[in-house]
C-alpha cells in the first residue's frame, strides 16, 4: 500500500511537472518546431555555441523542436525574410549584423529598419587582439606610437566584421593623437581564425584580431616558438570581464585578463576622454512583420528562463556572459551602440 | 593504459552506429560526412566528451568511406573526395567487377585510415609545425599542382583544359566572402540573378547533377528498356577479389595514404585534392598506367587510400593548431565547444586521456567501417541488379532531397542540380570534358583565394618563385607533372596514328 501511494505521489508529481513546463505552450500563439539561423557557417566558433545553449532551454520552455542551423549572416537574413514571418525561423547573431552594413558589405541590410530587433542573450568578452611573443609592441599604446611616428603596422582583421572595428578604434586613435598618421595603420584583409594566425605564424601581420577562447594556448607557448602569441588589448570593458571566474581560463586568470582592458588598457575613442570598448553581444532577431504576440512570447519565455537562473552558470561554464534584454529595451541599447561606432566610422572618415 | 576503463558498451555501440550510419550518408548520392556530422551533432549535446567524439569520429570514417559505393556501382561520386574513384571503379564495374572493385576500395580505404590514424598518434604536434610552414602561397601551389591532373586525364589536351578553365571561372560565381577574407563583391552575374546566386553553385548539387543527372538524361535518350541492370553488369562475371589486386601497388598505397595525410594536414586544401593529386601521382609515375580511367584497381586503390588517408591528417592541425583541417573536421570542433574545450597547441599534453580515446576510436571505427563494408558488399553490390526503371527515379529522388539538403533547404541548389544535368548531357555531345571541368570546379575557389591573398600579402609575383624551398619544390613537381602530361599526350597520339 505504501508502495502505491508512493507511485501516486511520484506520478501526480511528475505530472504536475510536466504541466508546470508546458504552461507556456497551451495557449501558444506558435508551436511545433523552430529553426534558429545563426550568422555563421561554423557550428565551433562562439555564435552556434551561444545559440546552442539558448536554443536547448527555450526548446524545454516552450516545449517545442528548436534546431540551430549554421547557415552565414546573408543566408540568414534571407531566410529570416523569406521564411521567418510566422516565427517559425528565427535569427541569432552578435555585433556583426550591423556592423557589415555600416562597413558597406554587400548583402548585410540595415537591420533596425528591416527586422525587429529580439532580445539581447549574451556577451563573448573574449574579442581579444594579439601580437607574437617576441614582438616589440608591448602595449596598445607602444602601436598608436609606433603608427603615429610613421612606422607601418598590419593588423590582420576580417574586413566588415566585429574584429575590423577595433581595428578602426585603433585607427581612431592614431588620428585623434596623429592626425594623418592612420595611414600606417594597415588592414590586412584575412577570413577565417586559421589564416589570422597563419599571417602571424609568417610575419605577414604585427597584430591580429583573436579571441581568449581561442588563442589563450599560444599564448602559453615559449617564446622561441613560432606560433607563440601575446594578448595585447581585450575589447571587453572592464567591468564585464569582472564578471568572469576569477580563474579565467586555461593560465589566463581574470586578473591577468584585466590588465589588457580599460582603464590599464585603454584605446581613446573622443577628445572628451571616453574610451573605446567593445562586448560582443548576442541576440535575436525577427521578420519585420511577424505577430507581436509571438515577440511577447518568447520575450515572456526568456524571461523566465533567465529568472529561472540555470542557464547562467552554462553561459559560464563556457565562458560567456549572460546579458538579457526583452525585445524592446534590446533595441533600444542596440540603437544606441550602433550610433557609437558609426560615429568612429565618420570620425576616421572625415 | 588507464583509459581503456572508460571503454564500455556505449562507447562501442556509439562507433558502430556512427560507422553504419555515415556510410549510408556516404552512399547517397548528395550527402556527405559533413553532412552526417552537422545533423549529428546536435545529438551529443547529452553525452560526454569522449561518447560524442567517438559517435562523431565513427561518422567521419564512415561517411568518406561509403562514398566509394556509388562511385563504383552508379559512377555518381557519394562524396567529392571518391571524384577519382568513379574513374576506375565504374569501368571495373562495368566489367563485371564490382564487387572486386568495391573490397579493394574497402581495403585500400582501411590502410588509408590506420596509415593516418599512425602518423597522427605518432607525429600530431611535430607535423603541425611543418603545416605553417605552408603559407598561401605554397597552398596555391598545391592546389595548382593539383589542377596540372586536368593536363594528364583529357582526351585531349586542348578541350579539356578549356573545361578545366569553365570549371574554375564557374567556381567563382557570387560573392568573394568576406569570411574568407574576400572584399564581398558579388562577380560574374548580372544584378537580377544576384538574388538566386549571391552564393554561388554550390558542390555537391553540382557534382551530383553532372554525373548523376547527366548521365541519366544519356540513358533517357538511348531508352529505358525493361531489362535488369544486372544483365549488363554482371558482378561475378569478372575476376573475383584476391589480395594479389594489391601487388606492385605497396609504393601507391602508401604514397596515396601519405599524400591523403599531408593535404589533410594543411587547413583550407579540401579532400578533393587528396585524392586527385595521389591519382595523379600514380598515373604519371607508375611503371604501366596504360589502364588507368579503363578498370585498373591501381586507380581505386591511389582514391580511396587518398580520402581515408584524410581523416588522421585533418585532424593534425585541429588538435595541435585548433584549426580544423578540412570542412567535416570544422564541425567536429563543435563538439568540443559545445563542452566547453578549447583545442589549440596544448590540447594533447593537457587532455592525455581524450586524446588516447580520440585515437582509439578512431582505430575502433576503421576496423568496423572495415567488416561491416566489406562483408556486406555482395548485398550492397545488387544495387545494379535494380532495373533501371526502378533504380532512375530513386537516384534522381535521392539527389534532389541531397541537393535540397546541403545548404539547410535552399531550392536553388536543386535547379542547379538539374542545370547542370542538363548541362553535363549537352556538354558531353558537344565534347566538353567533364572529368577537368568538374576538377576545375572543385578547385577554383581556393586557387582564386590562395592566389589573390599571396598577391595581397607579398604584392609581387616573384614571391611565388622566391618564397621559400617547399615552392620550389612544388614548382619542380609542377614541371613534372605537366611534362609527363604532354609527353603521355603525344605518346597516345602518335600509338592511335
Not at chain 2, 540573378?193 to 557534382?207: A, Q
Not at chain 2, 544495387?383 to 534532389?400: A, E, H, S
Request: one cysteine or more; charged letters at 15%.
Amino acid at each position: 500500500m505504501k508502495s502505491l501511494k508512493a507511485g501516486l505521489y511520484i506520478a501526480l508529481g511528475t505530472a504536475f511537472a510536466l504541466s508546470a513546463s508546458t504552461a507556456m505552450a497551451s495557449d501558444a500563439p506558435i508551436s511545433g518546431n523552430l529553426r534558429i539561423v545563426i550568422g555563421s557557417n561554423s557550428t565551433g566558433g562562439d555564435t552556434y555555441q551561444n545559440a546552442a545553449i539558448i536554443a536547448a532551454h527555450l526548446g524545454e520552455k516552450l516545449d517545442m523542436n528548436v534546431r540551430v542551423d549554421a547557415v552565414g549572416a546573408v543566408a540568414g537574413f534571407r531566410a529570416l525574410k523569406q521564411q521567418g514571418k510566422t516565427g517559425a525561423t528565427i535569427m541569432f547573431n552578435h555585433d556583426q549584423s550591423y556592423l557589415g552594413n555600416l562597413y558597406g558589405v554587400k548583402g548585410y541590410d540595415d537591420i533596425f529598419a528591416e527586422y525587429k530587433i529580439g532580445p539581447t542573450i549574451s556577451i563573448n568578452p573574449g574579442n581579444a587582439y594579439l601580437v607574437p611573443k617576441d614582438s616589440p609592441y608591448k602595449t596598445v599604446d607602444d602601436i598608436i606610437e609606433a603608427a603615429g611616428k610613421g612606422e607601418r603596422v598590419r593588423v590582420s582583421v576580417e574586413r566588415g566584421s566585429a574584429s575590423n572595428i577595433g581595428f578602426s578604434a585603433l585607427e581612431n586613435a592614431v588620428k585623434m593623437k596623429y592626425p594623418g598618421a592612420e595611414k600606417n595603420l594597415a588592414l590586412i584583409n584575412t577570413g577565417s581564425q586559421s589564416d589570422k594566425n597563419q599571417a602571424l605564424f609568417d610575419g605577414q601581420a604585427d597584430v591580429i584580431h583573436g579571441s581568449i577562447q581561442g588563442n589563450e594556448q599560444f599564448t602559453r607557448l615559449p617564446a622561441d616558438d613560432q606560433k607563440a602569441m601575446r594578448f595585447i588589448w581585450i575589447t571587453a570593458k572592464g567591468e564585464t570581464i569582472e564578471q568572469m571566474p576569477e580563474e579565467g581560463l586555461g593560465e589566463t586568470t581574470r586578473d591577468m585578463m584585466l590588465q589588457w582592458t580599460d582603464p590599464v588598457t585603454s584605446v581613446p575613442q573622443s577628445a572628451d576622454g571616453d574610451l573605446f570598448n567593445f562586448d560582443k553581444m548576442f541576440y535575436f532577431m525577427y521578420n519585420k512583420d511577424i505577430d507581436p504576440k509571438i515577440v511577447a512570447y518568447f520575450d515572456e519565455a526568456m524571461t523566465e528562463i533567465f529568472e529561472e537562473g540555470k542557464i547562467q552558470s552554462d553561459f559560464k561554464r563556457s565562458f560567456f556572459i549572460p546579458s538579457f534584454r526583452a525585445s524592446p529595451e534590446a533595441e533600444k541599447f542596440l540603437v544606441n551602440k550602433k550610433d557609437d561606432y558609426a560615429e568612429i566610422l565618420s570620425a576616421i572618415q572625415k | 593504459m588507464e583509459f581503456l576503463a572508460l571503454v564500455d558498451i556505449s562507447y562501442l555501440l556509439l562507433i558502430f552506429f556512427g560507422v553504419a550510419l555515415g556510410i549510408v550518408f556516404g552512399a547517397i548520392p548528395g550527402m556527405t560526412a559533413t553532412m552526417a556530422l552537422a545533423v549529428c551533432l546536435p545529438l551529443t549535446y547529452s553525452f560526454d566528451l569522449n561518447h560524442s567524439l567517438a559517435f562523431l569520429l565513427a561518422l567521419y570514417v564512415g561517411g568518406i568511406s561509403g562514398g566509394l559505393v556509388p562511385a563504383i556501382l552508379l559512377n555518381i561520386p557519394g562524396t567529392p573526395s571518391s571524384i577519382c574513384t568513379t574513374f576506375d571503379g565504374y569501368p571495373m564495374a562495368r566489367n563485371g567487377e564490382g564487387e572486386r572493385a568495391l573490397k579493394i576500395g574497402v581495403v585500400s580505404s582501411l590502410f588509408g585510415g590506420l596509415f593516418s590514424l599512425a602518423i597522427l598518434y605518432l607525429f600530431a604536434p611535430l607535423l603541425s609545425d611543418i603545416a605553417i610552414k605552408f603559407s598561401y602561397i605554397e597552398k596555391f601551389l598545391i592546389i595548382f599542382f593539383a589542377l596540372t591532373v586536368i593536363a594528364s586525364l583529357c582526351q585531349s589536351m586542348l578541350v579539356g583544359i578549356f573545361s578545366g578553365v569553365l570549371g574554375i571561372l564557374l567556381s567563382l560565381v557570387g560573392v568573394y566572402d568576406t569570411v574568407k577574407g574576400g572584399n564581398g563583391d558579388i562577380r560574374l552575374i548580372t544584378p537580377a540573378l544576384e538574388d538566386m546566386l549571391y552564393s554561388g553553385f554550390s558542390l555537391l548539387p553540382v557534382l551530383i547533377g553532372l554525373f548523376g543527372v547527366g548521365a541519366i538524361l544519356a540513358d533517357a535518350e538511348q531508352g529505358v528498356k525493361e531489362e535488369t541492370e544486372g544483365a549488363k553488369l554482371d558482378l561475378l562475371s569478372g575476376r573475383k577479389f584476391d589480395l594479389s589486386a594489391f601487388r606492385g601497388s605497396a609504393v601507391n598505397l602508401v604514397r596515396s595514404s601519405f599524400i591523403g595525410t599531408f593535404v589533410g594536414m594543411l587547413p583550407g586544401v579540401g579532400g578533393s585534392a587528396a585524392s586527385v593529386l595521389a591519382y595523379t601521382q600514380e598515373k604519371n609515375f607508375s611503371r604501366d598506367s596504360s589502364m588507368m580511367g579503363k578498370g585498373a584497381p591501381q586507380g581505386v586503390i591511389a582514391s580511396e587510400s587518398a580520402n581515408n588517408g584524410l581523416t588522421g591528417g585533418a585532424l593534425i592541425p585541429l588538435l595541435s593548431l585548433g584549426i580544423p583541417g578540412d570542412s567535416t573536421t570544422a564541425i567536429l570542433i563543435g563538439a568540443f565547444t559545445l563542452q566547453g574545450v578549447q583545442v589549440g597547441p596544448l590540447f594533447i599534453g593537457e587532455n592525455v586521456e581524450t586524446w588516447n580515446m580520440m585515437v582509439l576510436s578512431m582505430f575502433i571505427a576503421n576496423i568496423v567501417m572495415f567488416v561491416v563494408m566489406f562483408f556486406a558488399i555482395k548485398y550492397i553490390a545488387k544495387v545494379v541488379t535494380v532495373p533501371k526503371y526502378l533504380l532512375y527515379p530513386i537516384i534522381i529522388m535521392m539527389c534532389v532531397s541531397g541537393a535540397y539538403a546541403i545548404n539547410y533547404g535552399i531550392m536553388f541548389d536543386v535547379w542547379s542540380l538539374l542545370l547542370f544535368g542538363l548541362f553535363g548531357y549537352i556538354g558531353g555531345k558537344l565534347g566538353l570534358e567533364i572529368t577537368p571541368f568538374i576538377i576545375g570546379f572543385i578547385l577554383g575557389s581556393s586557387a582564386e583565394i590562395y592566389f589573390v591573398k599571396s598577391l595581397e600579402s607579398f604584392g609581387t609575383m616573384t614571391i611565388f618563385f622566391t618564397k621559400s624551398p617547399i615552392a620550389l619544390f612544388l614548382w619542380l613537381l609542377i614541371g613534372m607533372s605537366v611534362a609527363f602530361s604532354i609527353y603521355s599526350n603525344k605518346r597516345s597520339k602518335s600509338k592511335t596514328a
